[in-house]
């Protein structure tokens, strides 16, 4: 399943070093932009999903942006849950972003994930995405479509149409304030509940080691009543203050979830004298009792 990435990866990222070797031929002052962001997250949400713990990340984003429109952001997320602390996953992302006219515009991408051994997020399965935005300006709002393709072992489908709208105020020659109220739905297939682990749980010791199977166990989950299923909207009024070189964001952000996702997990424990099954409903605590969420996140970045 992970096949479809790898091609995807391969072809973008020899065509990204190309265009920055072009650009940087050129004299113009604004064929590449790089950036370096810092984010505040006060918990970690996935399609209106947290953790019965509590997961905050500091984040540190660089960025690319070429002439051209291709685009490389690479991302490190620090967990400050106490007793967790440390680098918890990275974020690789290889796009290009387009204009047709003056009322479309979106971006093509493709993002590789890379997990700590310790890692337990909730999207922790998901190991590449690749996606395309379709935005339209009505001038008096913006309507925004995304599809993406995650890549677990199944491939998940989510859609997320929003609309939102920009307002500034305050401005000057050199900077200016903003606000950008929105509100999306994400629309979503749920294979990345689904998982297949096994694990041994102790083996022959001593003279006889090798010579037996040991126990071990296999669990496969699976999700009951599978379905494209709208999975929870978000809304938020994003605050923003820019000038040449800094951009401040305070993005606060209310989640309604919807639609809980149940899992039945099937064990199966293999030893020497056999084997013996049973089914357990997995599903987590926090996805029986789905809450409405508040989280917020504060980001500061420089460009160069």
Not at 105 to 122: A, D
Not at 203 to 217: D, L
Request: aromatic fraction near 18%; proline fraction near 4%.
């Amino acid at each position: 399943m992970h096949c479809p990435a790898i091609k995807y990866f391969s072809f973008l990222l020899p065509l990204f070093i190309v265009s920055i070797l072009q650009a940087q031929t050129k004299k113009s002052s604004d064929s590449i932009t790089f950036s370096i962001q810092a984010d505040y997250l006060s918990n970690y949400s996935y399609n209106g999903r947290v953790d019965s713990i509590k997961y905050p990340y500091q984040t540190t984003t660089a960025s690319l942006h070429l002439a051209n429109g291709l685009f490389s952001n690479f991302s490190a997320s620090y967990l400050l849950t106490p007793g967790m602390k440390g680098f918890d996953f990275f974020e690789l992302d290889l796009g290009y972003e387009y204009k047709m006219g003056k009322k479309i515009y979106g971006e093509i991408y493709g993002t590789k994930y890379f997990y700590s051994g310790s890692s337990n997020l909730i999207n922790g399965n998901i190991s590449s995405d690749l996606g395309a935005s379709l935005n339209y300006d009505f001038n008096y709002f913006q309507f925004n479509n995304t599809i993406d393709v995650f890549f677990t072992s199944k491939a998940d489908f989510q859609f997320t149409p929003g609309i939102e709208k920009t307002i500034y105020f305050g401005n000057s020659e050199n900077t200016s304030w903003s606000i950008n109220p929105y509100l999306y739905c994400n629309f979503s297939t749920v294979n990345y509940y689904e998982s297949n682990v096994t694990r041994r749980l102790n083996g022959p010791r001593g003279p006889r080691a090798g010579q037996g199977i040991g126990s071990q166990i296999t669990s496969s989950t699976v999700v009951q009543d599978k379905g494209f299923k709208l999975l929870n909207t978000d809304f938020s009024i994003p605050l923003s203050y820019e000038n040449m070189h800094w951009l401040a964001t305070f993005t606060p952000t209310y989640s309604i979830p919807f639609n809980k996702i149940e899992t039945i997990s099937t064990n199966t424990i293999t030893s020497a004298t056999g084997t013996t099954t049973n089914k357990v409903n997995s599903t987590p605590y926090s996805e029986l009792h789905l809450n409405n969420q508040f989280y917020f996140q504060i980001g500061v970045t420089y460009k160069f």
